[in-house]
């Protein structure tokens, strides 16, 4: 990421055109050293995927109108959330790569961080983030964090927090129940923040399940 590039959107509101500066992220395609090109459709042909039914339809497209009935899965931030959570609900999924993701709900209600997707009154009385992951056990799941990533007054994803470790040793436990805790691996990459580390995920895609270099 070059954090001294940003990129100038137009939003619509109340018949008017408003300007946005934005910084570069996953979410507006403005990756440093990407080739992007940016695309107007249809309001209606645009459908992101939001919950898990949107990826059980989009993998049963894959296999009934390709033929591919196995896939590896890998998310960043809320797209790491779904990464762990969808693969409980699907037959297809051989191993999961979840970047940003993991770390307790407790932090997201105490400091109101930015995952109000998760804001379900009670769901510690119920399950935490290790318990969902725990649901796809004994499937290879590899966690990845920025080292930076790290709570402060600025931000808002902070998922390197200090529940990190713990849930990732809760998972463990659980994991350890199927014999399998040390298909349960963890990345730290120096220096970067709320990133997906590129080469880590390439290293997961290419390697046999289990075998990703990097790890520990």
Do not use: Q
């Not at 713990?166 to 998972?171: A, D, K, Q, W």
């Not at 990133?195 to 270099?213: C, H, I, Q, S, T």
């Amino acid at each position: 990421v070059d954090w001294n590039a940003v990129s100038i959107s137009e939003k619509f509101h109340e018949d008017g055109v408003l300007k946005a500066l934005e910084l570069p992220g996953l979410w507006n395609g403005s990756m440093a050293r990407w080739n992007t090109i940016f695309v107007e459709v249809p309001l209606e042909t645009f459908n992101p995927v939001k919950t898990v039914e949107d990826l059980l339809r989009w993998e049963d497209w894959l296999a009934a109108s390709r033929g591919i009935d196995e896939l590896d899965v890998a998310g960043i931030s809320y797209g790491g959330d779904l990464s762990i959570i969808y693969p409980a609900f699907s037959r297809r999924v051989r191993r999961i790569f979840a970047s940003g993701s993991l770390g307790s709900f407790s932090v997201i209600f105490a400091r109101c961080y930015n995952a109000p997707a998760h804001c379900i009154p009670g769901i510690l009385e119920w399950m935490d983030r290790s318990d969902i992951a725990g649901l796809n056990a004994p499937r290879p799941i590899v966690f990845h964090y920025g080292e930076l990533d790290t709570p402060s007054p600025t931000n808002a994803s902070a998922s390197y927090n200090e529940t990190a470790l713990p849930s990732l040793e809760e998972l463990r436990e659980i994991y350890r129940a199927w014999g399998a805790d040390t298909a349960v691996r963890l990345i730290v990459t120096p220096k970067t923040h709320h990133e997906m580390d590129v080469p880590a995920l390439l290293d997961f895609l290419g390697a046999p399940p289990g075998k990703e270099r990097g790890a520990v």
